[in-house]
């Protein structure tokens, strides 16, 4: 099966700074890569997904980058602020059909000084 | 803007009862699922659902564990004799029918087998 692997554990950057997480993944066949955001005690939520056709993908502060030979995917984030402290999951999963199981990172957390 | 609905939001059980854990998906979607988060680590897959029958479900999912839909809007995830390690948060999360399409997660139950 699938295994993703998800670094660093924990993050800890000064506010304005650019933030890091890289994961790789093990299964060829994997062609959707989201990333979740949690916030404490609340559900995660989708931020940004790349697919195994695209390299790169940016929304406003944050970008995915994906290199499909290292399998190996990477979520950047710049102009870090305190709200961006949050655990972030990485996930990999296999297309087809509508059933939707991604297999996750272990988590980062990310921690923002002002 | 729907969302996954989830029921209790905190359920305490002592260790051997049975705890059912309840999810009203997005209303158009056809793909339920249950992930479980034990605190501090990764989000874990246990059960897809699709059709009115389990689609696919990992080691985690073994003989304690069923999941049904009693009625056009519920879902359920029942736990038989609960441990003391089921105790985790448990996430329900549900697809549409289109192909690559994200699941959108409820807010999680926090289930503490005492």
């Known amino acids: 099966g699938e295994n993703v692997e998800q670094h660093p554990s924990t993050l800890s950057v000064q506010e304005g700074d650019s933030a890091v997480i890289k994961c790789t993944y093990s299964d060829s066949a994997s062609n959707y890569f989201p990333w979740y955001k949690q916030e404490l005690g609340k559900r995660p939520q989708l931020i940004i997904d790349?697919?195994?056709?695209?390299g790169e993908k940016k929304d406003q502060r944050i970008a995915v980058t994906l290199n499909k030979t290292a399998k190996h995917f990477s979520l950047h984030i710049t102009e870090t602020q305190p709200e961006d402290s949050a655990v972030y999951f990485c996930a990999a999963r296999q297309g087809g059909g509508g059933s939707y199981i991604p297999t996750f990172g272990r988590g980062t957390s990310l921690i923002v000084h002002p | 803007e729907p969302e996954v609905t989830q029921t209790p939001s905190h359920q305490v059980t002592q260790m051997g009862q049975e705890v059912i854990l309840r999810c009203v998906p997005i209303s158009n979607h056809l793909y339920f699922y249950w992930y479980r988060q034990i605190l501090g680590q990764k989000v874990e897959f246990l059960v897809s659902f699709y059709n009115n029958e389990i689609s696919e479900k990992s080691e985690i999912f073994d003989d304690q564990f069923s999941v049904e839909r009693p009625d056009g809007s519920n879902f359920t995830l029942k736990i038989r004799s609960t441990k003391l390690e089921d105790s985790a948060m448990y996430f329900c999360?549900?697809?549409?029918?289109?192909?690559?399409?994200?699941?959108?997660f409820g807010q999680g139950t926090r289930l503490t087998v005492v």
């Open positions: 999360a549900s697809s549409d029918y289109r192909e690559d399409t994200e699941a959108f």
């Open positions: 790349i697919r195994s056709n695209v």
